[in-house]
């Protein structure tokens, strides 16, 4: 069971065909398929499911495949530490994060990149919040942005900024493009006003619909709930159309309240705000790419933080 074997073995799970694997990393399809029999054969077990559609793992390949692909990051982040300089990073860093933090993130992340290390090669994720820790612990991701620090032994969480929802409603007329205000500018709305609100919101369990229960808990209010959608572009779309109203983070919707399509209120006292984490392996050693990654997002997410808060 070598480091070669693990990589191959890794390629032919993560592309589902023994010739894709082959082709991306430019072997013999022969040579291959020979080394994943020998792999079977020296651990004793039937590590892959063979059909004319293509190959999946068997009970025992998946956890071959969750510790290849822990032991092949030691080895990277081995190679990366002792390679790197601080000042010029190098290798892939993945980060996995909402639709509504990709929005914030993702341009100034990926500028600064380009402009500052040549030799960091990123890769977006997004996925909802609440796969993010899993894809993390597996190795999927370095890093990951999710609005929950529910316990992990192997993992470990930051706490960034809280940043505040807004109520998103269709706009009253046809409006000019026109920057977005402020969140401190917008105009605020009375929990009761907000309670007669018919409202299309995410469906349990979503990070955000688990936040607002607690919230309506908490206030002693029941929100009027006439459907869920789990997905940010259709819950902003319905509320754009008149369908119903919302509620969402600002920077999830600042930029359709700038083209007029949506208003945003902010919900009168107690605000509601939910927290941003950005958590790392507490097992794997993060590589000096990932690490610049880290402090530079932690950085984007807290310069943000005026546009959260009221002066």
């Not at 020296?42 to 009970?59: E, I, N, Y």
């Not at 822990?70 to 601080?86: F, H, M, N, Q, T």
Request: glycine fraction near 4%; include cysteine.
């Amino acid at each position: 069971m070598s480091i070669r074997a693990m990589q191959c073995f890794v390629a032919v799970v993560s592309t589902g065909s023994i010739s894709r694997a082959a082709a991306a990393l430019h072997v013999a399809q022969p040579a291959l398929s020979l080394l994943i029999r020998n792999l079977e054969e020296d651990l004793g077990v039937v590590l892959l499911h063979r059909s004319a559609r293509g190959v999946a793992p068997t009970a025992a390949g998946t956890r071959l495949l969750a510790h290849a692909r822990e032991i092949l990051g030691r080895i990277d982040a081995a190679r990366a530490d002792v390679r790197e300089d601080i000042t010029a990073p190098r290798g892939t860093v993945s980060l996995a994060m909402s639709m509504s933090m990709a929005k914030l993130l993702t341009v100034p992340l990926l500028r600064f990149s380009l402009e500052h290390w040549p030799g960091v090669y990123l890769k977006i994720i997004e996925s909802s919040t609440g796969y993010i820790p899993g894809f993390v612990s597996s190795g999927h991701a370095d890093l990951g942005l999710t609005f929950s620090d529910d316990a992990s032994v192997d993992l470990r969480f930051q706490h960034l900024i809280d940043e505040e929802l807004v109520v998103v409603s269709p706009p009253a007329a046809k409006a000019a493009r026109k920057a977005a205000p402020a969140l401190h500018a917008l105009p605020a709305m009375s929990l009761r006003a907000l309670a007669e609100l018919p409202l299309v919101l995410p469906g349990n369990p979503h990070s955000l619909r688990r936040l607002l229960d607690e919230y309506q808990q908490r206030q002693r209010v029941e929100f009027r709930v006439i459907a869920e959608a789990n997905a940010i572009p259709q819950l902003i779309e319905l509320a754009q159309a008149g369908v119903a109203h919302t509620i969402l983070s600002y920077e999830a919707v600042r930029q359709e309240a700038s083209r007029g399509q949506v208003v945003l209120r902010r919900i009168g006292k107690p605000r509601l705000t939910r927290p941003v984490f950005l958590c790392r392996s507490d097992v794997l050693p993060l590589s000096m790419a990932a690490s610049a990654v880290a402090d530079r997002a932690a950085r984007i997410i807290a310069d943000s933080r005026p546009a959260a808060t009221p002066a």
